[in-house]
């Protein structure tokens, strides 16, 4: 069924898709594999045994994740409007990458997945401890992505198509190769390229692919905790995210773009807009306490939710709304996921 409103494949994504195992544990279990509550992390050979264990207890879920995969699901469920989104990564043959390709197509994302024939599909074991998430992301074939599948004429119509691309850092320690040929084609047919700091550790350890593609980026996602350690990587010597945001803005742009938006989201916080040397914030709903379910996929929510109002021309404004709704129905619910349809208007 394709998109009949001027939105069939305006928006692509492209990341590490994983399939969530999520389930509530206690400090205990963070502790036996010395996981930091609210941190998204690789996994080390340390963490190998925690998915088994994960997926033994009782009230474990699977949900397929990812970041950028989140973002986009999400958009696609605030779009309401099949085929308006696209997403490419790798996953292995198996059940779990079977499992993928069904929620893919459950949620109308047209998904162009890599199957790697070695690799299983990649996991990501979420902790959950009163309401907080740590994230433990075993990327496996989600490694393994090749910038020859992006190339593949069917696969690089998607990129064709799109008016808005988006990706996550974490896919910086995958194929910068790819993130860097879709950038320059952004740049070079006046697109709109965004991109997300993902995590502390992507800021801190892959700085040198990161700022070869920032330049491109017309948006940068990102929590205050990533601000923060991108501004302390870049010794600007602030911890106030209004003014790291702005810096952010200002940072140098490729040729072809004119100018930078700088998200920050701050949890319970307001969000920090910087745009055209200048900053707004805008608060967020705030939740009772006792309805909060877990934070997974909120930040990946947010954005999903602001770039369901872009691709669509909307005010900056009604790009943050959307967000901040899209994160407030997610974290009401285990994972990353949402009811039927969204209340939003």
């Known amino acids: 069924m ?46 190998l045994p925690m998915y088994d264990e994960l997926s033994s207890k009782g009230n474990v879920e699977y949900i397929a994740g990812g970041a950028t995969q989140n973002s986009i699901r999400v958009a696609q469920w605030m779009l309401q409007t099949p085929g308006a989104t696209s997403y490419m990564g790798c ?6 990458g079977e499992e993928m390709k069904s929620a893919a197509k459950a949620a109308g994302v047209t998904a162009h997945y ?15 401890v009163g309401g907080e998430r740590s994230l433990i992301a075993n990327l496996s074939a989600a490694n393994c992505y090749k910038s020859e599948h992006l190339k593949k004429p069917e696969n690089w119509a ?26 320059e084609h952004a740049a070079a047919s006046n697109k709109v390229f965004l991109m997300n700091l993902s995590a502390p550790f992507i800021c801190e350890f892959f700085r040198d692919a990161q700022e070869k593609v920032l330049p491109y980026a017309d948006y940068i996602f990102g929590n205050e905790t990533e601000a923060r350690i991108f501004s302390k990587v870049r010794g600007w010597e602030t911890e106030n995210v209004e003014e790291i945001a702005l810096k952010i803005s200002q940072l140098p742009l490729a040729s072809g773009k004119q100018k930078r938006i700088a998200v ?64 407030n129905v997610i974290i009401q619910q285990s994972g ?6 969204p209340d939003f208007n």
């Open 2 to 47: 394709a998109a009949s409103n001027g939105l069939e494949g305006v928006l692509l994504g492209m990341g590490n898709p994983l399939l969530d195992i999520s389930a509530v544990v206690d400090e205990a279990f963070l502790a036996k594999y010395d996981v930091k509550l609210n941190n998204a992390i690789l996994a080390e050979d340390k963490h």
């Open 91 to 96: 996953i292995g043959k198996d059940k779990y």
């Open 114 to 128: 890599y199957e790697d024939e070695a690799a299983p599909t990649g996991t990501c074991a979420v902790c959950v």
């Open 158 to 183: 998607l990129v064709e198509k799109a008016k808005y691309i988006y990706i996550a850092g974490f896919f910086l320690t995958v194929s910068p190769e790819s993130i860097q040929l879709v950038a």
């Open 264 to 327: 920050i989201t701050q949890g319970a916080d307001p969000v920090v807009v910087a745009e055209d040397g200048k900053v707004k914030t805008f608060p967020v709903i705030l939740l009772p306490k006792e309805k909060l379910v877990d934070t997974n996929g909120a930040g990946d929510a947010f954005v999903g939710g602001f770039l369901s109002q872009l691709v669509q021309g909307k005010s900056i404004e009604d790009c943050v709304k959307a967000g901040c709704y899209a994160a």
């Open 336 to 341: 990353c996921t949402y009811p039927e349809k």
